[in-house]
């Protein structure tokens, strides 16, 4: 069973970066395909990124797409969130989760079956 662990989040005015991390334990991460998700308030869990095991493969939503980008480091046994452009409305609790079965193409999140406890992530105007 594995334990992750977000970090990174915090206020930042639109048009700013910021990289989230999601650090894993007591597993093996690189069997793990792992996924980054948000939940805004009063809205559903929505699918953002995911990566294969291996790091070579990458899935997004339509709406990061070109402006977050995924990236893992099977040594470090720690998944990466880099988001750029940020906009108002990518604020959210930003979760990482993990995918023992799947590819990371996944975007339900049935298929995740481990889950961070979430970083806030604010976005002024």
């Known amino acids: 069973q594995v334990q992750l662990v977000e970090s990174g989040g915090g206020l930042v005015q639109a048009g700013d970066s910021l990289r989230l991390s999601c650090a894993a334990s007591?597993?093996?991460?690189?069997?793990?395909?792992m996924g980054w998700f948000r939940q805004g308030p009063a809205k559903e869990r929505e699918f953002l990124a995911g990566?294969?095991?291996?790091?070579?493969?990458?899935y997004y939503a339509d709406s990061v797409k070109g402006r977050f980008t995924i990236s893992r480091d099977n040594a470090k046994n720690t998944v990466y969130l880099q988001m750029t452009s940020l906009k108002p409305e990518d604020a959210a609790v930003y979760y990482c989760?993990?995918?023992?079965?799947?590819?990371?193409?996944?975007?339900?999140?049935?298929?995740?079956?481990?889950w961070g406890q979430g970083t806030q992530v604010t976005v002024s105007s």
């Open positions: 989760a993990a995918n023992w079965l799947g590819s990371g193409s996944s975007r339900q999140t049935t298929s995740y079956a481990y």
């Open positions: 007591g597993g093996t991460f690189s069997r793990y395909a």
């Open positions: 990566i294969d095991r291996s790091g070579f493969t990458t």
